[in-house]
C-alpha cells in the first residue's frame, strides 16, 4: 500500500507516459487535472492487489477518443459520471478502482474519482503499456465480461452498453458514441472481484510507472542520462536514436493515426526509422525492416530529458530516442496476441519478441 | 376496442404507409412480419386511449434507420429485444405498446412483440405521420422524457442511452449507434403513463390508417378511383400528379435523404413538382413555389392503385398521385414548430398550413 500525491504524480505521469507508448492520453494535463483532484480533495490509496479484500468490487475507469483531440477538449468530471452511471446500471457500489491502461493520462484516470470519492485504487491496469481500442484489454483476454459499459461525456449525455456479442463490438458501439460526444468520452465498465484482477490484470504497473519517472526525474536532477535511468529500471532496449524528419498524422474515425520517420543520429547516423501508429505506436521498421511490433512496447521519449512523446506531441525536428520494451507476458499468449498482435492491426508479419 | 388481426392488417399497412409520407419503414415487408408474429402467436388487442388504466405503463417501441437499408436487412426481433432491455433497466414492466410513428412498418412494429408477449397496443402514436428523427414526437414536444431508451439490434448487441442534454442528443447518439448495428435496428422508451399518452400522443391514428387502408382497398374492388377514397376518409387535397422523371437518393449518415421530380399530367400538364426527403418528404415546390411544407404530410401514392410509394421505391416513370394532408393540431403550435416545423429542416421559411 502507497498513497499516490502531489509529491509522486509528476514521476507516475511520466512514466506512464514513456510506458504508454505513444498514447493514452496527454500525460501533462492528465497529471494536472488529477494534482487539482488531490489538492482538493486528498491522497489516493494504492493498494497492491493482494492487498484488495476478497469481497472487493473494482470498477475499471478510463478515457476514450483521440489524443490529438484530448489536448485541445481536457476531459473533466466524465470518469466520475460513468462510474456513477455503471454502479447504478448495475446496483454494485465500487470498492476499487482500476486503470485501463498504464498510458499517460489513463493511468491517473482514475485517481480522480478516487480522490473526489475517497476509494482506493490498485495498483495495475489492463494492458501494461497503452492500446488504441476498448477490447484490447487483458481484463477481456481472460475471460472478465466487457460489459456493461458506461460512457459519459463532460455535457452531461450518458450511454450504458449492457450486451454486445464480442469485446469487439463494445469497442465499434463506443467509439461511434465517443465521437458523438465529441472524440473525447470517459467510461466505466461493471466491476470485477478481486480474484477476477489478480488474475487477469497486468500487475503493479502503477509502482513501475512512479519507479520510471523517479528513476528519469533524479537522473536529471543529477545530470545524469536519462535514458540509461530508464533501461536502468525496467527491461528494455533503445531501437533508434535521432531527429524527427517527418509526421504525418490524422484525427479519423475516433483515432490519432498516422506515421512517422526519424533520420538516424550518431550511431544511427544514415538510417531511418519509421513507425506506425494508432494512438499508440504499433510497428516500426528500421530501413524497411520490422524491428519492434505490438505487443511489445515502441516507446519515443526525448533523447535530452527522457520525457515521454506521446503521438498528439510529435513534430519535425525533435530530437529522440526510440526505446522497445518487451511485452507483458499476459499479451505474448496466443489469447493475447490474437486480441492485440501485429496481425489484428492489419500488419502481415507474425510477432517476434525482441530480444534484449 | 378492436383487434389487430390477420384480416386488416394489410389495410393498416396501407394507410399507414400512406400518412408515412415516404418514411416510416417499407409497408409491405412490416405487413408480413407483423402478420408472421399474429399467425404464430394470435391477435393484437387495440386500446383506446380512453381505456388506458390510469396505472398503465406504455412503453414506445419502433424502428430506427434508413428505410432504403431496411428493405434489405429486414428487421428481425430487435423491438422484442428492446422492450426488454428498458424493462430490465427501469425495473417496469410494460402494460401496453404504442407506435412511435403512424409510418410503413413502424405502425404495425409494436404489433409483433405485442403479439408474442399478449400485450394490447394502443390506438394512437407520437406524430400522427412520420419524421425522420428520434426526438421529433410529440410525447417529447410536451413533455415526456426521451430517455432512459434502449437501441437493439439483430445480432445481440443492446446498448441503452440512460440520460442526455436535450431529445436531439439522444437522436445524436441513437443515430450513430444504429449506423454501427447497419443502420437498421428497433428502440424502446422508458414507459409513459396513461395520463402523458392521452394528453401528448397523436389519439386514433391506428384506426385512421385502418379506415384509408380499407377504403383503399374496397375503391379497387369496386373499380372506383383510390385517390377519391382517400380524400373521402381524412382530410386533405391533390397536390400534383404525374410522372416521376427523376429521382436523386442516397443512403448517409442513417438516413435515406434526396430529391425527386415529377412531371405533370393532365390537369398539371407542362408542370413540375420537386419534392425532397430525408427518410419522410419534408418540401413540396410546384414550379419552384412551396405548395407543401412539414409537419403538413406529403404523401405520394401510385395514382392507379392508391398505395404509398415510400422513399425507398421511388423510381422513374411512375405514375403518382401526390397527396397533401393537414398535420396534427399538436405539431402547429410553436413548441410543435420548434421541434418539426421546415426551419429545424434547414428551410428557409415558415409554415405555411395547406388550405383545403
Redesign the interface.
Known amino acids: 500500500m502507497w498513497e499516490a500525491n502531489e509529491d509522486n504524480l509528476e514521476a507516475i505521469a511520466m512514466g506512464a507516459g514513456i510506458l504508454g507508448t505513444g498514447g493514452g492520453g496527454n500525460p501533462y494535463i492528465g497529471q494536472l487535472r488529477a494534482r487539482q483532484a488531490i489538492k482538493e480533495h486528498g491522497p489516493v490509496t494504492v493498494l497492491d492487489p493482494e492487498e484488495l479484500p476478497e469481497d472487493a468490487q473494482v470498477i475499471c475507469v478510463g478515457g476514450i477518443g483521440a489524443p490529438t483531440v484530448g489536448v485541445e477538449k481536457v476531459r473533466d468530471l466524465q470518469s466520475l459520471y460513468a462510474l456513477r ?1 455503471i454502479e447504478e ?1 448495475t446496483g454494485k457500489k465500487a470498492t476499487a478502482l482500476i486503470s485501463n491502461e498504464i498510458g499517460g493520462s489513463n493511468s491517473v484516470e482514475p485517481l480522480i474519482p478516487a480522490a473526489m470519492t475517497g476509494l482506493p485504487v490498485v495498483d495495475a491496469d489492463g494492458m501494461g503499456r497503452a492500446f488504441p481500442e476498448f477490447q484490447m484489454k487483458t481484463f477481456f483476454v481472460y475471460g472478465v465480461p466487457c460489459c456493461p459499459m ?1 460512457i459519459a461525456d463532460e ?11 464480442s469485446p469487439a ?1 463494445a469497442e ?2 463506443a467509439r ?2 465517443t ?3 465529441g472524440c473525447v468520452a470517459c467510461y466505466a465498465v461493471a466491476p470485477m472481484t478481486a480474484e477476477q484482477v489478480r488474475r487477469t490484470a497486468v500487475l503493479n504497473t502503477l509502482s513501475l510507472a512512479r519507479n520510471l519517472g523517479d528513476a528519469v526525474i533524479t537522473a536529471r536532477a543529477r545530470g545524469e542520462d536519462p535514458i540509461e535511468a530508464i533501461l536502468g529500471t525496467c527491461p528494455g532496449k533503445i531501437l533508434f536514436n535521432g531527429k524527427i524528419a517527418d509526421v504525418d498524422r490524422r484525427t479519423t474515425a475516433g483515432f490519432a493515426r498516422g506515421s512517422l520517420s526519424i533520420q538516424g543520429l550518431a550511431n544511427y547516423d544514415g538510417e531511418q526509422l519509421a513507425i506506425e501508429f494508432q494512438n499508440e505506436n504499433l510497428i516500426a521498421r528500421r530501413d524497411g525492416q520490422v524491428v519492434c511490433t505490438v505487443p511489445d512496447l515502441i516507446c519515443v521519449v526525448d533523447s535530452e530529458t527522457g520525457e515521454p512523446v506521446t503521438t498528439e506531441l510529435l513534430r519535425y525536428g525533435l530530437r529522440v530516442t526510440v526505446l522497445g520494451l518487451p511485452a507483458p507476458d499476459l499479451w505474448t499468449t496466443p489469447e493475447g496476441l490474437a486480441v492485440a498482435g501485429p496481425r489484428v492491426f492489419g500488419y502481415d508479419t507474425d510477432f517476434s519478441p525482441i530480444q534484449l
Chains 1, 2 share one sequence.
Do not use: D, P, Y
Request: hydrophobic share 60%; aromatic share 10%; no cysteine.
Open positions: 452511471a446500471f458506461a455535457k452531461g449525455n450518458t450511454v450504458v452498453i449492457s450486451e454486445t456479442i463490438w465499434r458501439l461511434a458514441i465521437v458523438q460526444m
